[in-house]
């Protein structure tokens, strides 16, 4: 199975930040890199797929990067609804595996 | 627009079977691959499996050998069979389509369905 770490595993931050969230792939992934956002209780939305294209209705303050084994989820200006667990996931090779996760919270 | 429902009993006892049903309305089922995904409390995504409307399968390999995926596309449902399950098993199940358009993803959840394994 391909492991995916994030670093780091919780951050706090003020609303206007510019937030970066890291995912290493434990082997190479090409762009098969996608991000998603879940808040309390709820499931998770998709944000990024391919590391770097914005899924329909995704504010542009979110951009992905990388390739590889190296990627990046920005937020360019923290709005208050951005406080959630982010997890980065794998399509690349069967099983689909997930990051644990990146819980941004306020400062 | 398309939506995902989950159904079956909140509560399963330990080394019974969970059986878990994902409706799929607003669309057809007669394409994409359909998934299940579970979180344990407080923790992170697990992928379980898959299965496309033609019947035809993918399992996470921890599981294989408990979990069965089938599909009823006159009911536009899928299902998830999970037995022999444990305290490990509690989790939050999703189902979730699968989409492969400029790259692979799942871009569309259903609320999630909190099963407990007690007895």
């Known amino acids: 199975d391909i492991q995916m770490t994030q670093s780091p595993s919780s951050l706090s931050a003020s609303v206007r930040d510019r937030v970066t969230i890291t995912c290493r792939a434990s082997?190479?992934?090409?762009?098969?890199l996608n991000w998603y956002q879940q808040k309390p209780g709820k499931a998770p939305k998709l944000l990024i797929y391919?590391?770097?294209s914005l899924h329909i209705g995704v504010p542009s303050r979110f951009s992905g990067s990388g390739s590889g084994t190296d990627f990046t989820l920005t937020i360019s200006s923290l709005q208050p609804e951005d406080f959630a667990t982010y997890y980065c996931?794998?399509?690349?090779?069967?099983?689909?595996?997930f990051g644990q996760g990146t819980k941004v919270e306020i400062k | 627009q398309v939506q995902l429902q989950e159904s079956g009993p909140g509560l399963v006892k330990p080394s019974e079977t969970l059986s878990l049903t994902c409706t799929v309305s607003?669309?057809?089922?007669?394409?994409?691959?359909w998934n299940w995904i579970r979180q344990p409390p407080g923790k992170g995504l697990e992928w379980i499996g898959d299965?496309?409307?033609?019947?035809?399968?993918n399992y996470n390999p921890s599981l294989t050998g408990r979990v069965t995926i089938s599909v009823d596309t006159s009911k536009n449902q899928f299902s998830l069979k999970l037995s022999s399950v444990t305290a490990a098993d509690t989790a939050i199940y999703y189902c979730?389509?699968?989409?492969?358009?400029?790259?692979?993803?799942?871009?569309?959840w259903g609320r999630g369905t909190l099963v407990t394994v007690s007895s």
């Open positions: 391919a590391a770097s």
């Open positions: 607003g669309g057809s089922i007669s394409s994409h691959y």
């Open positions: 996931q794998q399509s690349y090779n069967n099983p689909w595996t």
């Open positions: 082997q190479s992934i090409s762009s098969y």
């Open positions: 979730a389509k699968w989409a492969q358009q400029l790259g692979y993803y799942f871009d569309l």
């Open positions: 299965i496309y409307y033609s019947g035809s399968t």
